[in-house]
């Protein structure tokens, strides 16, 4: 009941904008506390930061994100496992690979982690 709530709050377009300000502002802060969190408090931060995360995925056009899988908690859990494992599989391709970056002066090797 009130991890549904907390979610709707978090969907919320006035608390995705106050968030992104906070984030970018480092001076503003959502609490009076900035230690000591208590689990709500850790619970909002954490709904906050994943609906950030959804509704960026939608703007950029991702595959199987849209609002229906946004609204729907079983959809959604599934496409963040969806997500997680295309990440997942992007970076064990990626293992190994390195880039150099020869200018005569010196080399400098930049690997993908």
Not at 20 to 45: A, P, W
Not at 87 to 108: E, L, Y
């Amino acid at each position: 009941m009130i991890f549904d709530t907390l979610q709707n709050l978090c969907k919320s377009n006035e608390h995705q904008i106050i968030y992104h300000r906070v984030k970018e502002i480092g001076s503003l802060c959502l609490f009076e506390n900035n230690r000591d969190l208590s689990k709500l408090q850790i619970m909002y931060l954490y709904y906050l930061e994943l609906f950030a995360v959804l509704f960026q995925d939608l703007n950029m056009d991702e595959k199987y994100i849209s609002e229906e899988v946004i609204n729907d908690p079983i959809r959604r859990e599934a496409y963040l496992l969806y997500r997680k494992e295309r990440r997942n599989k992007n970076t064990d391709n990626d293992t190994g690979k390195h880039i150099d970056s020869s200018h005569g002066d010196g080399s400098v090797i930049f690997r993908k982690k």
